[in-house]
């Protein structure tokens, strides 16, 4: 017996989960491929396979196994990360890119005030306010 701990078996996941998630009907194939690391798309091939030639067992298997088989819990039991959850990674993860990036937002954000500004402010403003009063008088 190979004692490494870093060399993976094909079965080096200890539970077998549906995964909804990444599933297409009920997560069985999704969760069956995670464990074994392969492709979802092979292990559905091979069902769709299976079906075409043994319906009633394929079948069958498939209604037990997402009827047994708990669904994959989640690594931190937790919500999808938020933006602000993102932009902290990145922040730790590179301080010069998180830099690069807010630069960039603040000038967009710049870019967005002048144009406002312009057309608050400009000569079109101005027609368009009393063209509004005019409209309301009538």
């Given at each position: 017996?190979?004692?490494?701990?870093?060399?993976?078996?094909?079965?080096?996941?200890?539970?077998?989960?549906?995964?909804?998630?990444?599933?297409?009907?009920?997560?069985?194939?999704?969760?069956?491929?995670e464990h074994i690391?392969?492709?979802?798309?092979?292990?559905r091939i091979g069902?769709?396979?299976?079906?075409?030639?043994?319906?009633?067992?394929?079948?069958?298997?498939?209604?037990?196994?997402?009827?047994?088989?708990?669904?994959?819990?989640?690594?931190?039991?937790?919500?999808?990360?938020?933006?602000?959850?993102?932009?902290?990674?990145?922040?730790?993860?590179?301080?010069?890119?998180?830099?690069?990036?807010?630069?960039?937002?603040?000038?967009?954000?710049?870019?967005?005030?002048?144009?406002?500004?312009?057309?608050?402010?400009?000569?079109?403003?101005?027609?368009?306010?009393?063209?509004?009063?005019?409209?309301?008088?009538?």
């Open positions: 017996m190979n004692a490494n701990p870093n060399t993976r078996s094909l079965f080096s996941s200890p539970h077998l989960y549906r995964n909804p998630k990444q599933g297409k009907l009920l997560g069985v194939c999704a969760g069956l491929a690391h392969i492709s979802p798309r092979n292990v069902m769709l396979i299976c079906v075409t030639l043994t319906p009633p067992p394929a079948l069958a298997l498939y209604v037990v196994l997402a009827l047994t088989l708990p669904i994959r819990p989640n690594e931190d039991n937790s919500a999808p990360p938020t933006k602000e959850d993102l932009d902290r990674r990145i922040i730790e993860d590179d301080p010069d890119r998180a830099l690069t990036i807010l630069r960039d937002r603040f000038r967009a954000m710049e870019r967005r005030i002048i144009i406002m500004e312009s057309h608050a402010s400009g000569k079109t403003a101005d027609l368009d306010q009393r063209l509004r009063a005019l409209n309301k008088n009538h």
